[in-house]
Nanobody, 123 residues
Framework: QVQLVESGGGLVQTGGSLRLSCAASGRAFSGSITGWFRRTPGKEREFVGSTNWSTGSTFHADSVKGRFTISRDNAKNTVYLQMNSLKPEDTAVYYC????????????????WGQGTQVTVSS
């Protein structure tokens, strides 16, 4: 069993920054992939990006590329989502999720999900 807990959400002004954390516990994460998703009411869940725990390889969706950066700290079993130059359209509940099956760029196959953390960007 894998447990994921997100933190770091909050209210920020346009152009500001936030860093979300996803703390993982439970079964060993070697070789697994952790992804970030977001959901806005009335819209489909959006895949933000992902990272491989073993290699550190990352993928970022075009909608956030250049503004958001995913990283991980293996010693802390934590994956981060650094969000810069935030826009009102980034307002959403952000979720981290984990899977063991590649590829990195696919939004499918995620078995474990956190509870989500709210990010609100004011204009």
């Amino acid at each position: 069993q894998v447990q994921l807990v997100e933190s770091g959400g909050g209210l920020v002004q346009t152009g500001g920054s936030l860093r979300l954390s996803c703390a993982a516990s439970g079964r060993a994460f070697s070789g697994s992939i952790t992804g970030w998703f977001r959901r806005t009411p009335g819209k489909e869940r959006e895949f933000v990006g992902s990272t491989n725990w073993s290699t550190g390889s990352t993928f970022h969706a075009d909608s956030v590329k250049g503004r958001f950066t995913i990283s991980r700290d293996n010693a802390k079993n934590t994956v981060y989502l650094q969000m810069n130059s935030l826009k009102p359209e980034d307002t959403a509940v952000y979720y981290c999720a984990a899977k063991r099956t590649p590829p990195l760029v696919s939004p499918t196959g995620y078995n474990y999900w956190g509870q989500g953390t709210q990010v609100t960007v004011s204009s």
